[in-house]
């Protein structure tokens, strides 16, 4: 299995251009999550998704907008993207929200914003 | 809503126990994780209190006290591979939704 995967590991935007982030997951996972970290600080959901078809917002929803069409993967898109948008973003799946609660993260998409 | 309060560092010495605090406010409340996150990687799950009490893996252990809102992860024999940011979550039940408290930088030193 290869867990979480995301696509593309870095990427470099100018202000105002658009980007799709792509997150994958061969664990048969319903819950899937979008996070940003900033330096020195932990992770704050973006969107996440409690199954296929269906998404929802988190914590720092704006400037973002989330599909899930199918299972698998979860996608995360960046309209206009903003200087402030520069982050590391974390994708993280899970079984359910009874069990452990494990999540299982992507090694990140390192991105920035000029 | 819910917030978290985590000490920003902790250093101490290889071979050594070390305990890392955190004290949430939540809304609601299902669990407690901990998770270890090296420079530059990806967080990874250590362990989860739903209960009360301590929970033991290894080396590393996770206390819980709901009553308090109050958690601990303890790290005995302390080893340079440890040094890494941990990072106390509560899962207040909405949709397995977690919320991470900024993180706690361990340093651990010859």
């Known amino acids: 299995n290869a867990g979480v995967t995301q696509t593309p590991k870095f990427r470099v935007l100018k202000t105002g251009q658009s980007m799709t982030l792509l997150c994958a997951q061969d664990?048969?996972?319903?819950?899937m999550y979008w996070y940003r970290q900033d330096p020195g600080m932990g992770l704050r959901l973006i969107h996440y998704?409690?199954?296929?078809?269906?998404?929802a917002k988190g914590e720092v929803p704006d400037g973002y907008n989330v599909s899930r069409l199918k299972k698998q993967n979860f996608l995360l898109g960046l309209e206009s993207a903003a200087p402030s948008q520069t982050s590391v973003y974390f994708c993280?799946?899970?079984?359910?929200?009874?069990?452990?609660?494990?999540?299982?993260f992507g090694p990140g998409t390192r991105l920035t914003v000029l | 809503g819910q917030s978290l309060e985590q000490p920003s560092e902790v250093t101490a010495v290889e071979g050594a126990i070390v305990q890392i605090n955190c004290t949430y406010q939540?809304?609601?409340?299902?669990?407690l994780s901990w998770y270890q996150q090296h420079d530059g990687g990806a967080p990874t799950f250590l362990s989860y209190n739903a209960l009360d009490g301590l929970e033991e893996t290894g080396r590393f252990s996770s206390f819980l006290s709901r009553s308090d809102s109050y958690g601990y992860l303890l790290l005995q024999e302390l080893q340079m591979k440890d040094s890494a940011s941990y990072f106390c979550a509560v899962n207040g039940g909405n949709a397995g939704k977690s919320t991470f408290g900024d993180g706690t930088t361990l340093t651990v030193k010859p």
């Open positions: 664990m048969n996972h319903e819950y």
């Open positions: 993280a799946s899970s079984y359910s929200r009874s069990s452990t609660d494990t999540q299982y």
């Open positions: 939540t809304s609601g409340f299902y669990g």
């Open positions: 998704s409690v199954g296929e078809g269906t998404t």
